[in-house]
């Protein structure tokens, strides 16, 4: 029998809640996957925390959730049975909690995921939260995906993903400034990131132009065939 893990659960999660009309991404401010349907104020934003069975943690982690959107689920394989004793007592549960519940067939040759049941809670209207809104930017500030579930791999952050575009436009072009860069397309904050330089990847060589380093080209050249760099790979800048 074939042994999963959690990041098995992550594209047919992705699959289901893209077909409602989400955008999806993984590994968001903490949250397995975090998916925002609309736009603007009126924008939905749904969690999901996944775990290859249900357990305390996985509970905890949903309400904990909670403080961001009312939105919130579990995801868990499906069970053998739909009428085993501890799945009908995990659906029982959830319901008091007003968490969701999403099950995954890793048993199918189809793998596919299904809504088993709603937040309670969603019948109710909340006004938005500073860390729902948090997640949101976070969610729009990326252009490629990090899978949910998966560990011990380096997330691309909105933030990661502006360092790259800047080292990309770098090495296409030679030595740069902030305001040439965001002439190119980067961001307001491009100046505080090549000045706070938290990756150690840009240097100042002269007043306000700055070069990537070898760190960098290091990283670039590591990762050249990731999602990531080749889309803000010379060739498509």
Same mark, same amino acid.
């Not at 047919?12 to 925002?36: M, N, W």
């Not at 990090?146 to 072009?173: D, F, Q, V």
């Not at 100046?191 to 990847?201: A, E, G, K, Q, V």
């Given at each position: +029998?074939?042994?999963?893990?959690?990041?098995?659960?992550?594209?047919?999660?992705?699959?289901?809640?893209?077909?409602?009309?989400?955008?999806?991404?993984?590994?968001?401010?903490?949250?397995?996957?975090?998916?925002?349907?609309?736009?603007?104020?009126?924008?939905?934003?749904?969690?999901?925390? +996944?775990?290859?069975?249900?357990? *305390?943690?996985?509970?905890?982690? !949903?309400?904990?959730?909670?403080?961001?959107?009312?939105?919130?689920?579990?995801?868990?394989?499906?069970?053998?049975?739909?009428?085993?004793?501890?799945?009908? !007592?995990?659906?029982?549960?959830?319901?008091?909690?007003? *968490?969701?519940?999403?099950?995954?067939?890793?048993?199918?040759?189809?793998?596919? /995921?299904?809504?088993?049941?709603?937040?309670?809670?969603?019948?109710?209207?909340?006004?938005?939260?500073?860390?729902? /809104?948090?997640?949101?930017?976070?969610?729009?500030?990326?252009?490629?995906?990090?899978?949910?579930?998966?560990?011990?791999?380096?997330?691309?952050? /909105?933030?990661?993903?502006?360092?790259?575009?800047?080292?990309?436009?770098?090495?296409?072009?030679?030595?740069?400034?902030?305001?040439?860069?965001?002439? +190119?397309?980067?961001?307001?904050?491009?100046?505080?990131?090549?000045?706070?330089?938290?990756?150690?990847?840009?240097?100042?060589?002269?007043?306000?132009?700055?070069?990537?380093?070898?760190?960098?080209?290091?990283?670039?050249?590591?990762?050249?065939?990731? !999602?990531?760099?080749?889309?803000?790979?010379?060739?498509?800048?």
């Amino acid at each position: +029998m074939k042994k999963y893990s959690e990041s098995d659960l992550y594209d047919p999660i992705k699959t289901l809640l893209i077909s409602q009309g989400f955008i999806v991404r993984g590994e968001v401010k903490g949250c397995d996957i975090a998916a925002v349907r609309g736009e603007d104020e009126n924008s939905e934003l749904w969690v999901v925390e +996944m775990k290859l069975s249900a357990n *305390i943690t996985l509970i905890y982690q !949903a309400m904990e959730r909670q403080t961001a959107t009312p939105h919130i689920f579990i995801a868990i394989p499906r069970p053998r049975r739909a009428n085993e004793k501890t799945f009908r !007592a995990l659906k029982k549960l959830l319901k008091k909690l007003e *968490i969701g519940l999403i099950t995954v067939a890793l048993d199918s040759p189809v793998k596919h /995921a299904e809504i088993i049941s709603f937040p309670e809670s969603t019948k109710r209207s909340r006004k938005e939260t500073k860390r729902a /809104a948090i997640i949101k930017k976070e969610i729009s500030g990326r252009t490629v995906d990090s899978p949910g579930g998966t560990t011990k791999t380096i997330i691309n952050t /909105a933030y990661r993903e502006r360092c790259i575009k800047i080292a990309c436009l770098i090495e296409k072009n030679g030595p740069l400034s902030a305001k040439s860069l965001k002439e +190119m397309g980067c961001e307001s904050d491009t100046y505080n990131i090549l000045r706070s330089n938290n990756y150690n990847w840009f240097e100042k060589i002269a007043k306000g132009i700055y070069n990537i380093t070898e760190i960098c080209k290091d990283y670039l050249e590591n990762n050249k065939n990731t !999602a990531l760099i080749k889309h803000y790979s010379k060739d498509s800048l």
